[in-house]
């Protein structure tokens, strides 16, 4: 008898170990998943803190050029030249920009032309060939660079847009056969959109240069709506668009001809 009391007591004791230590184990797993959760965050969008809104870099010898608001910076492996910024002179049958730079110190031309160009050390391929040419006052040489670079993708784009407005009308679901209104999200580090067209989703890609944004290769599905009317026109406007404006949480799509073809409104 004394035997199976004491069998019986070592069982108990045995019993309430595991129990316990499997209490210790969950208590650290979730312990463990609390402290996850919390470490999580949300990668920042790049360049948001950079102010430029064209970047190109070159080899042989090596250079960086960042084309500011109100500077345009030049800085090379012996000598930095910082200008005050000009408003480029556009070429009328091609997609060429010249900067024309003059100050006290150096004369400088940029041309920065829509042209495919490939890194000639990393082989990494950018849309604009760059070209600069300047002279320090005083010298006579005149002292050549070629490059590539590209255009700065303004980072307030990269969002989630939903439709208020359409050539000046608000729109409703009701506007949409009572589906959702059209919305898009903007992703500036692949330069591509894609979302809701109210009938049908989309996709496509964005062409962006300072002062000008294009919604380009739109594609959608096939889907039949009873009445296709409004979207049809959210995507003819929507692919006219050659100028934008940013404020008040909305954004304002416009081109030449109609100003505010399309409102949205930042969601999140």
């Given amino acids: 008898m004394k035997k199976i009391m004491t069998s019986l007591c070592f069982a108990l004791l045995l019993s309430s170990c595991v129990e316990k230590k499997k209490e210790d184990n969950t208590s650290k797993e979730e312990i463990t998943q609390e402290d996850t959760l919390q470490v999580k965050t949300v990668e920042p969008v790049a360049l948001k803190m950079d102010d430029s809104y064209f970047k190109a870099t070159g080899t042989e010898p090596f250079w960086g050029l960042k084309v500011k608001e109100n500077r345009v910076e030049l800085n090379m492996m012996e000598d930095t030249i910082i200008t005050p910024h000009t408003t480029p002179i556009k070429a009328q049958d091609a997609n060429i920009s010249m900067y024309r730079i003059q100050t006290e110190a150096v004369s400088m031309d940029v041309i920065i032309a829509h042209k495919e160009c490939t890194n000639a050390m990393s082989g990494e391929k950018s849309p604009y060939t760059v070209t600069i040419a300047y002279k320090y006052t005083g010298e006579e040489e005149t002292h050549a660079l070629e490059g590539c670079g590209s255009y700065i993708t303004d980072y307030r784009l990269h969002d989630i847009w939903v439709l208020e407005e359409m050539d000046g009308q608000a729109v409703t679901k009701d506007d949409f056969n009572g589906r959702d209104v059209p919305n898009m999200e903007i992703d500036i580090k692949t330069n591509r959109f894609s979302g809701f067209a ?49 404020e008040n949480n909305r954004l304002y799509l416009s081109n030449g001809s109609q100003e505010n073809l399309l409102i949205f409104k930042k969601i999140d």
């Fill in 198 to 246: 109210g009938c049908n989703r989309m996709t496509g890609g964005l062409f962006f240069e300072k002062d000008l944004l294009r919604f380009t290769n739109a594609a959608s599905t096939k889907m039949a709506c009873p009445n296709m009317d409004a979207e049809s026109t959210f995507l003819k406007n929507l692919q006219s668009t050659t100028t934008y404006k940013i």
